[in-house]
């Protein structure tokens, strides 16, 4: 894939080529970016499980003309039987991986459905919830095809979570082999619980009768959630973080996620004072490769659920901590490594429609299949995002009912002096700020195009499907010469696939001044760009 797509009247990108035609077909009858992007995320949801679900959170950039953007936080935090001692009195020093008890957490993406379409009120939008769940609900219930990054994740990870409630019986054959790709996954009972919020409304998850069966499954699985933990749960409208750089703002979400990271990356960047003859070379990459170590070093210390956070976050977006840094970081020479990387599978998704309106979403079980608990009733796998809470008293991601993990998602927008708006995202926990920073300072910095900026070989810093990692993963496409400066700076590099998962499923559009919209879509995953 290597040319980009243009539209007009509508367009939106998905990491499923079937997750974006259901948005594009909202949009064809008359449906806004908003609403198109529910029905992406709802067809989303089922034909790409092991990356997102109902089970999972989300987080939303919306841009209005004229308006200033709007951030949706649609995560969960700790329920209150989630602590510590809960952990230690299994024998636990840390929140498992998988498993009953790394279903700590509150699933938060349904409620920032339902804020987002307050949004989508504003505009006078009119789909009901039955149209813009139809999608997904047909595919749920006749079946879709194994995708193949579907099929790749559970040869990752089929044995780790085979024997967790549910898992085997909603994701492997009936003699526990692993479906191949293409054959069909159904679902029948997350149909059913489509059709109910469709019928009910989004709430009903939460305070209703498939919140009170949500409950009733999590409770016989053994999870720390409760009914209460659930019904208290809301959506959160904040401002979103933003930054100032030459020719345009970009903007992202704010704490719990690391969306100042990303913002930091592209900062530092700047003041590298990196030209265009050097896009795609050592000034380039070695130049974001420091940015992200010093940004990720920030995060790390610093970056959790906002109220336990002793800096605001936009303290590190000041011109003259961002110019200290800048200053660390030596053109010819790699910074001492490495920090612990935090591993992530989830999907970003775009839609511009008509009226210049844009959305940057990400919706997440985390891990690949999240904690590997299906609850039968509902048909929904449920996240692990719990394991980004730590067990020491003194830090501010230590784990307490109430609180807010961590969180890899990260949305990114931004909007330009000569009118143009871009909305850009990848999965991939530690790889999402890279592939931002690579994404856009490729098209808008360097001036390549949408398409060929995703296609282009990537680079990631401390990535990867099992522990920890500290090298420099390229894909083996990279020009050989780079490969061996980027070694002689004292980078330890690893050589990937062509065109490997672990780099992220990316994808952008651009709305131009003139009404053209721009789309690009990952050939390293199993999407597509539907405009029309």
């Known amino acids: 894939m290597i040319h980009t797509t243009y539209a007009r009247r509508g367009m939106v990108t998905a990491p499923h080529a079937l997750a974006a035609q259901a948005g594009a077909a909202v949009l064809r009858d008359g449906g ?13 949801a089922v034909v790409y499980p092991h990356m997102n679900g109902l089970g999972g959170d989300g987080f939303w950039l919306i841009s209005e003309p004229g308006r200033p953007v709007v951030s949706i936080d649609g995560s969960g935090a700790a329920g209150r039987h989630a602590m510590p001692e809960t952990y230690h009195a299994q024998g636990l020093t840390a929140v498992p991986g998988t498993g009953p008890l790394a279903a700590a957490t509150v699933a938060g993406t349904v409620s920032g459905w339902q804020s987002a379409l307050d949004v989508s009120a504003r505009w006078e939008g009119r789909m009901s919830l039955e149209r813009l769940v139809e999608d997904a609900v047909w595919h749920a219930r006749e079946g879709v095809p194994v995708s193949s990054a579907h099929h790749r994740a559970l040869l990752r990870r089929a044995d780790a979570l085979r024997d967790h409630p549910g898992f085997a019986a909603h994701y492997l054959n009936a003699d526990g082999s692993i479906p191949a790709e293409g054959s069909l996954h159904r679902n029948p009972a997350l149909a059913h619980t489509l059709e109910g919020l469709a019928r009910d409304g989004l709430d009903d998850f939460y305070r209703g009768a498939i919140g009170r069966a949500l409950t009733a499954d999590l409770t016989a699985a053994g999870t720390p959630l409760t009914a209460d933990d659930l019904a ?16 345009c703002t970009v903007y992202n ?4 996620t690391q969306g100042l990271t990303s913002l930091m990356i592209l900062g530092l960047f700047e003041r590298l004072n990196v030209g265009p003859d050097q896009a795609e070379r050592f000034a380039h990459i070695h130049g974001i490769v420091e940015a992200t170590k010093l940004a990720f070093r920030v995060r790390n210390t610093h970056v959790a659920d906002p109220h336990a956070m002793q ?43 008509g009226e210049g309106r844009a959305v940057s979403f990400i919706q997440s079980l985390y891990h690949a299949f999240g904690s590997g608990v299906v609850l039968p009733e509902t048909g929904l796998l449920w996240h692990n995002r719990g394991i980004a809470y730590d067990f020491d008293p003194d830090s501010p991601r230590v784990m307490k009912p109430g609180r807010k993990p961590f969180h890899t998602l990260s949305p990114a927008l931004a909007r330009f002096r000569d009118g143009r ?25 360097f001036g390549t195009g949408l398409q060929a900026a995703v296609t282009a070989p990537r680079w990631a810093l401390g990535r990867s499907y099992e522990g920890e990692s500290h090298d420099l993963k390229v894909e083996s496409r990279m020009d050989p010469a780079l490969v061996a400066a980027l070694e002689a700076a004292g980078h330890t590099v690893a050589r990937v696939g062509d065109f490997d998962d672990l780099m992220g499923h990316a994808g952008a559009l ?14 390293r995953g199993d999407g597509g760009v539907a405009g029309f």
């Open 311 to 353: 800096v605001h976050a936009t303290t590190f977006l000041a011109d003259h901590l961002l110019d200290r840094l800048a200053a660390e970081i030596m053109p010819r020479q790699a910074i001492p490594w490495p920090l612990p990387a935090s591993p992530g599978d989830t999907v970003w998704m775009g839609c511009v429609d």
């Open 32 to 44: 806004n970016a908003v609403e198109a992007m529910i029905a992406a995320a709802a067809t989303c």
């Open 232 to 247: 208290r749960h809301r959506s959160i409208r904040r401002r979103p973080l933003s930054m100032g750089l030459e020719g």
């Open 510 to 523: 651009v709305l131009r001044p003139d009404g053209v919209i721009e789309g690009a879509a990952d050939p």
């Open 253 to 256: 979400t704010p704490p719990p």
């Open 421 to 445: 708006v871009m909305v850009y995202g990848t999965m991939g926990g530690d790889g999402q700020p890279q592939t931002q920073a690579a994404l856009f300072t490729r098209y808008a910095r």
